[in-house]
Nanobody, 122 residues
Framework: QVQFVESGGGLVQPGGSLRLSCEASGFTFNNHAVSWVRQAPGKGLEWVSEINNRGFRTYYAPSMKGRFTISRDNAKNTLWLQMTNLKPDDTATYYC???????????????WGKGTLVTVSS
């Protein structure tokens, strides 16, 4: 079955960096665009970033652009999110999600993992 396992979250000070990882299994990884989404405590889901199936096209939410970098290795079925200059507002559980077809924005998401918690605090 389709599975995602996120890792790499933790406590970091404002201005710090973290690299999140997501290992995918149970489907042909290079057939799908994938996204990172997050959910802050008490708030709804927020889309963070997306990368196309081959990894050469990326998209970011405005507040993350320039601070976050999404990447993937299809040979390893792995997705990453490099986060820099973290802010307290970035505190959230981060999930990787599979896009339906080649675009989460157009077609939506159908599977995601259990998430990894990122806490940005001094």
């Amino acid at each position: 079955q389709v599975q995602f396992v996120e890792s790499g979250g933790g406590l970091v000070q404002p201005g710090g960096s973290l690299r999140l990882s997501c290992e995918a299994s149970g489907f042909t990884f290079n057939n799908h665009a994938v996204s990172w989404v997050r959910q802050a405590p008490g708030k709804g889901l927020e889309w963070v970033s997306e990368i196309n199936n081959r990894g050469f096209r990326t998209y970011y939410a405005p507040s993350m652009k320039g601070r976050f970098t999404i990447s993937r290795d299809n040979a390893k079925n792995t997705l990453w999110l490099q986060m820099t200059n973290l802010k307290p507002d970035d505190t959230a559980t981060y999930y990787c999600a599979r896009c339906l077809g080649q675009s989460c924005a157009i077609y939506g998401m159908d599977y995601w993992g259990k998430g990894t918690l990122v806490t940005v605090s001094s």
